[in-house]
């Protein structure tokens, strides 16, 4: 059983900061792929960053610049830095984890509301 556990999301004023970290627990051998997914107000959950196991980063073209994903496999936790946030920002912010070929693990979400 692989249980993920998202935290650090709130409400902040534009352009500053946030640091959201996710947990993992379980059984998570083999497991390849982490990264964050987000899903604005009335929208499809959309691709945020992610990061292999061999510390391989990828990002969406919206997130480039201002986001960082990071993983801590003795903490076994992966982070998302998020700076000079802005209003579109706004959305549930969920973590995955994922083995190769397999279907991925979700957490539970937070919520990251940024008022301007």
């Known amino acids: 059983q692989v249980q993920l556990v998202e935290s650090g999301g709130g409400l902040v004023q534009a352009g500053r900061s946030l640091r959201l970290s996710c947990t993992v627990s379980?059984?998570?051998?083999?497991?390849?792929?982490m990264g964050w997914y987000r899903q604005p107000p009335g929208k499809q959950r959309e691709l945020v960053a992610t990061?292999?196991?061999?510390?391989?980063?990828n990002y969406a073209d919206s997130a480039k610049g201002r986001f960082t994903i990071s993983g801590d496999s003795a903490k076994k936790t992966v982070n998302l830095q998020i700076n000079n946030l802005n209003p579109e920002d706004t959305a549930v912010y969920f973590c995955?984890?994922?083995?190769?070929?397999?279907?991925?693990?979700w957490g539970q979400g937070t919520q990251v509301t940024v008022s301007s």
């Open positions: 995955y984890a994922q083995r190769i070929g397999r279907p991925a693990y």
């Open positions: 379980g059984s998570i051998f083999n497991m390849y792929f």
């Open positions: 990061i292999t196991s061999d510390g391989v980063t």
